[in-house]
């Protein structure tokens, strides 16, 4: 396959990219038609590599309303509906339900996916539906699962061997939720716990943390000591971190070091983060959204995540990355000409080097061909105007391909 003529990442001057078994072999201003069988004519579209979303849930996915709405819009009435609508899960459920959101989030251009799976549940029928998802959809997204223990590790029963069993089970990486086990020092000890399974079982780590508007909340600068110490460095991702949206600025400029040198990375989670943070706030009310901006200034490596779709702590959402970064930019203040046009790293790049597939991800000669191509010539333009997807390729192969939107207006001067 030949696509002649894009804006490859914004780049002002048009290339071709040559495309054979499922690589990109070439990319050059003009590659010679007859080297390929078909061609592609797509002067002056724009073409990016896939979305990444790197934090979301598909156990709980379009559970919303189910077996109550969540009115209040905490992240702990959440926690309490789901553990009511936990006790219905069937394998068939979850699948269903895990498959529908993700043939959405790849109808919007996402082929990387990193789910976390709740496993304080003694059946495991969540991360069984899911183990066998992941098999199923690799034609068409790259599914990770994180064993997630949503209701603690110490303060759940047997919570550390479910824990193992998740990791002895398949899971890609270990997950925590230090800020909701019943004490500071359980929330630690998950920590020391969970770092060390995910040695024993050579899994990346991806935990839940201090996601709670609470400025004294500081399990974010152990788990970065844990990943320095450890070397596991950039193998560690933590999400959310909310607090550190709280601490004050003094405590945040003293933890950028650590975490700069540690290498850790972090997830935000826009829509999902500024739904249901502030909510103990009167005036003025916090965003509940981390400090994106200076993490990046400190070269810390951020992505963002849509984390929740339809389901008890978010009522909206439609698996596109899109309205989740146009949130996030807007709320940490990064709506800079540049910073718009580049903010596709957040969805993309970003997320590749978290997921630990930089392997497999990027416009490169030798790398898979796998890559978006839209109707318009720079990111700038596809953020503001939101214009057809035309194409979304994965090794060579078109999974999705969207025809030009064809709207009728009357709308004459007089
Ligand atoms: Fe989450």
Redesign the pocket.
Same mark, same amino acid.
């Given at each position: 396959m030949l696509i002649k003529q894009v804006h490859i990442e914004n780049n002002v001057t048009k290339k071709d990219i040559l495309v054979a078994d499922g690589k990109i072999k070439a990319i050059s201003e003009h590659i010679d038609e007859k080297q390929a069988d078909d061609v592609l004519d797509l002067d002056g579209k724009l073409v990016i590599p896939p979305f990444v979303d790197s934090?979301v849930?598909l156990d709980s996915t379009l559970t919303a309303g189910e077996p109550e709405w969540n009115e209040s819009g905490t992240l702990f009435d959440g926690i309490n509906i789901w553990s009511k609508r936990k006790q219905m899960l069937t394998q068939a459920d979850v699948k269903n339900r895990a498959i529908k959101t993700l043939k959405k989030q790849a109808s919007h251009g996402i082929q990387f996916v990193r789910s $976390?799976v709740d496993v304080t549940d003694p059946t495991f029928t969540a991360l069984k539906a899911l183990l066998e998802v992941r098999a199923e959809v690799a034609d068409f997204i790259d599914l990770q699962l994180v064993a997630f223990p949503q209701e603690g590790i110490l303060s759940f029963p047997n919570g550390k061997e479910l824990m193992e069993e998740a990791a002895k089970m398949g899971v890609d990486a270990i997950g925590g939720i230090p800020h909701y086990e019943f004490n500071q020092y359980y929330g630690r000890d998950s920590l020391t716990f969970l770092m060390n399974l995910a040695k024993k079982y050579n899994k990346l780590v991806d935990v839940?943390c201090d996601?709670i508007d609470d400025p004294n909340a500081r399990n974010l600068e152990v788990l970065a000591t844990l990943a320095y110490e450890s070397g596991m460095k950039d193998k560690v991702t933590a999400? $959310?971190t909310v607090s550190l949206a709280s601490v004050n600025d003094a405590y945040a400029y003293k933890l950028m070091r650590l975490l700069e040198m540690s290498q850790i990375n972090m997830v935000a989670?826009p829509l999902?983060n500024m739904h249901l943070g502030g909510r103990f706030d009167t005036y003025p009310k916090r965003r509940g959204l981390t400090r994106v901006k200076e993490l990046l200034e400190n070269h810390v490596n951020v992505s963002f995540g849509e984390?929740?779709v339809k389901d008890p702590w978010y009522p909206m959402g439609n698996g596109n990355m899109l309205d989740v970064l146009y949130v996030g930019i807007l709320a940490s203040g990064l709506m800079g000409y540049h910073q718009i046009l580049d903010s596709y790293q957040l969805i993309g790049a970003n997320g590749a080097k978290t997921l630990h597939v930089n392997d497999k991800y990027g416009i490169e000669v030798g790398k898979p061909a796998s890559f978006l191509v839209f109707d318009t010539d720079n990111f700038y333009n596809e953020l503001n105007e939101r214009k057809t997807m035309l194409y979304s390729i994965k090794d060579g192969k078109v999974l999705v391909k969207n025809h030009p939107e064809m709207a009728e207006t009357h709308l004459k001067l007089k």
């Open positions: 934090h849930h $976390h839940h996601e999400s $959310h989670n999902v984390d929740d």
